[in-house]
């Protein structure tokens, strides 16, 4: 696993060290200035209620569980539709990278 910063990420100043696809290494190192910091690199704009509902819901869910939550389960859990969340984050990428989650592989991320 490579340890230098994303392009993208070092350039907006982001004091973590991400992987090669963007992901957060160390996910200690997760804050909601960090998450708010991708959002922004991502081109999400700032992070509403909305956004932090699911935000916290995955990052919770994932350390409880050890996985990544089904979509559906998310959505059911946190009140919105697959529509909310594509209009919220673009996908499920971008929830699992400023939740400030691990890499997943390369099989979850076909899921993507």
Not at 36 to 52: F, K, M, N, S
Not at 104 to 111: D, F, Q
Request: charged share 25%; with cysteine; glycine share 8%.
């Amino acid at each position: 696993m490579q340890t230098a910063m994303h392009p993208a990420l070092r350039s907006a100043r982001i004091p973590a060290v991400f992987d090669e696809d963007g992901f957060l290494i160390d996910d200690s190192a997760w804050t909601k200035a960090l998450a708010a910091q991708i959002a922004e690199v991502d081109g999400l704009g700032p992070l509403t209620d909305a956004h932090w509902r699911v935000i916290e819901h995955v990052r919770e869910r994932f350390f409880r569980v050890g996985g990544l939550p089904a979509m559906r389960l998310v959505c059911r859990a946190t009140g919105l539709s697959k529509d909310d969340m594509h209009r919220l984050f673009g996908g499920c990428r971008s929830i699992w990278r400023i939740a400030g989650l691990p890499n997943p592989g390369e099989e979850a991320k076909a899921y993507f």
